[in-house]
């Protein structure tokens, strides 16, 4: 941790936050330059540290140089995790499918669904049974009529499911029937969700928030693992930036940065991303070049009838067209799809 | 709403956009231009009708003519909304002043800053029992300690509180002492929360998201506000940008903009808007001048002692002074504070 | 083109919308909703039209429908251009491999950079001779003595070279000496600069605005088009975020959405977009699978001594490896590289 | 200048760079910690140093501790600048008022303006005659034209005019007309048409790039004051953020930012900022409240006859209402206007 003081503090204010900081047991390291002086300071309790002495009279700025996450990091766990549901492992050397449609609609919509992802290759069924929706008077999800639907595609199909939780009150419920809970972006740093996450011992696909920094979405999953559940997948599905052609801006870098600070696989999800469905195949595409542990695709039998996100959805044969050209450039990348 | 055909979208795939909408009781305008067909449509389902058409084949885009809220909205009522808290009023005359700490630390700490706040003019006392923090390792709040060391305050010193709910599970506890609820920037779009709100008969105080549009901050004040409780206070606290000198970007035009939109009060918070202290009072003055209805600022005894946002909090002695300018300010502007 | 009236605008001023529409030579479709009124316009003066009714009274909003750009779109010409340098064809199926140091730092090092990426594959040279520096104590660039520099490099390689471009004054003396100019990021909308390009018969490569959308790009692209010069190739660079841990944030998407709206080529530079040389190889393999025509890398025959860029450029053996694995994904995309 | 070695360095890394700062005259402080190593170095070459040492094997970051800028800083220069135009004083007490048109059109609309905006209070006229357009098919601006009839209104009313030059060739024919000359948005970091205004010995409007943080706005202004002219005038105008109900988002935190920073006078321009009429007013108060030195505000005689930014301007009425709410706020902040 360095400690910049302002050009006009005086030795009195260096030594209050040299002796604060000496009191919680960093070692000092001093210099003064001719404007500024700087103190280094090595330690353990460092958040702790940073915010006691931020607020120090003479204090210009503090600048830390470890990064704050610590489980979640590759310098605490070298080797990849690999998060395993039945047979699916995320992290392994085969790209995982994740697809099928925003919302559970009916039985008939999701049956379809899940029988037509299946058939076109996917490893992994997805619906949403309890939606967070912009405005409170559209579709909110069929809840646990919606958990019991998607229970039944997984019994035909063989498929196991992720959906998403929204309330910390609900976990225990969709925990009882899902095979990997998903934390959506607006949840991200619903830290009450998080840390009974945490508890639960179901994988977790962690989405980014809509404007979370890299370092914030590994805090987010830190404090899952922190909980005692290791079982965490992180998802990339676009952050908000000024531009409006697509819905979101994949930030397609984010996935080797993660893969250089974390051991917890990554996966891509294309549809929030771009909005667009035309867009999608290009962005899975890329999204496996530069190294995701996989993909989850909205895809839908009927995506005009779609009571949410239809405009991003494929329908089955343009997911079964997507995937056809995923396979070989996971082979071309040294994995398989 | 409008919904503009792809340049290729022959008759058959006008039509069956128009079909659809006409059967969920739309009236329909059609106008063919050389290159784009473009179909008005009037009527009552406009969310779903959109979402529904979004995804047809042939569709370019859908283009919302009237905003999504309705009852925030100043359509909906015309007249100004005033929240009452006690004798305070959230869309009166007077600006309304609410000061503390980040966080309820201990007894002393409060209490110290609950005088010294209502000593320096203040209206309304802020502090943190729940707390939402980046790191699973940093002080998480004292919780129902900390309402009870709140209520004590203001036994103390008559000044109503306000504090945040995190989790749904909480509001009856939290509601059960504070006087205004707060939903923190984070839970902007946790809905399970919003709803839960709109059942309680207790101001609710909802900040900006991180990276909300004025839109969805006003899609989730319909949440609650729809849910039953009309006691919404909008809370502009910046948002999140490319500019890295402040903490976050203040929206000033966002003060003018809502109140263009909405019947309901709006206030600001200078100090997570800014991050730091020393900008807190020019940031202050500008949301007065805004129009802004209150002043949310963070107050600490010993800022440099403070657990969390010490950079941010003015100490009491820096909080009179900037009261002294609000004063002649507000007057400038036809009101007091 | 359709004008949204506000919710208390009367016939009168609706009717003065409407005639000066009409005065202008558009065909108007009148459609009065209960809350507001919608007049849908077709003609061919939409820019000025546009402008023109915007600020009149009552008017709430003016939608357009078709894009702003005309000869850089599908829509104009739906053949996609290829633009040629020597025997490289940029948006044939060969991505094109652009490669050579931030900027000409002296005749031993360009050239030293100019075989090292020859060896390992490169078909184009870069190299900054004027260079825009958010500094004025920074190295400015080595002027016409670097372009010189820079054609010794083609006649010794055979590699054709492309430099950037920054005064209208000086853009005879670039295209005397290089093959394609280069407008960098800042000077996106230098219409000065875009114009005068528009009339010199060399290629130009257009990066993207450090904060443009792909709409005002592809306006960009319409300056030097409409001027004359059909030999534009777009070049994604990295638009500006939020997120600091990459330099910028490549918006990989966009490639898939130029190339649905517009006939140019595009390429993409993964150097400036991540700032940081190891994230380079994944962000490259991204791009290419997105469907990028070329690739932009910074090179420097000894990265810790250059005096620009440092950071972000490969070393030759690292760029080797890199194209070691472009080439079998752009197999695998049914290109080659 | 902080250096922050990766975890991996091993000691001769470590001393190659540190070995490579002493040969550049720094002096060193080595710190180090369990999992990195930090090198402190004070010295001269700072900006070259840590280009040098950024891209050297084993190093994680830089960090720099001193601003960039120098001259334009307030740590070079303590008193506040005051830039003087005739009798206007910008960073005096009074709060400058500049208005008109975006663009000269024609010269009955020019004079028009200028003699409304006098008639209403204002300083200074403002009036574009080159005129950088998004688009090259919308109005480009009457050239000398514009600037002979700018002179023209100079005569007629005493109000000393501001007006845009966007090309290095033009400075000379635009300062022999104008009083001051601006540097709009887009032209922020044109460095070739800074440098060259650094020559002329006129006071310059220096706008704040599109998505320019605050720091290269002053790198920006540091180019004009290195190559000689003192006379900049910064203003904010807006910043490029995902909010889309304004054009911009003003960024009212940056004028205290500023002032905290640099000598400066800051003034704001609250029509771009918002893009719509009827908020400058609220916005104007704010900014005046944060402590701007001045407003530039788009006052059309007839903004729905407006050939560019009609939804911005206010009509002289309006200029005049917002002027007189404007006059009690800067005595309340002790100045006057």
Redesign the interface.
Known sequence: M?V?ME?RANDQLVNSVVDKLKSMGFDI?L?K????T?I?A?GERR??AA???????GVEKV?P??H?F?LAGL?FKSERTVVRVGQVEFGGTKIVNIAGPCAVESRDQLLAAAKAVKEAGADMLRGGAFK???????FQGLEEEGLKILAEAREVTGLPFVTEV????DIELVASYADVLQVGT??M????LL?ELGRVMKPVILKRG??A????WL?AA??VV??GNWNVVLCERG????????RN?????????VR?LSHLPVIVDPSH??GK???VP??S???????ADGLMVEV?PN??????D??Q?LNPEEYREMLAKVK??A???GRWA
């Open positions: 360095i910049v050009p390291h210099s330059g001719i404007e500024k700087i280094g090595v958040a702790e915010q006691a002495v931020e607020a120090m009279p600048v140089i470890l704050p610590k310098q967070p929706r912009t405005s409170p008077y559209t929204v309330n910390p009150r607006r949840n740093q619903n830290y009450t840390k809509l404007s920094t890299i370092e914030e805090m830190e404090y922190s909980a952050i908000r930036t000024f531009e409006t052609f697509t801006t994949l930030d397609v870098s984010a996935i080797p940065a250089s991303a771009t469905s035309k867009l290009a962005v595409l890329a999204a496996v070049a530069a190294g839908h995506p005009s009838e779609a009571l949410s239809g405009p959805s070989p450039l082979v071309a990348m």
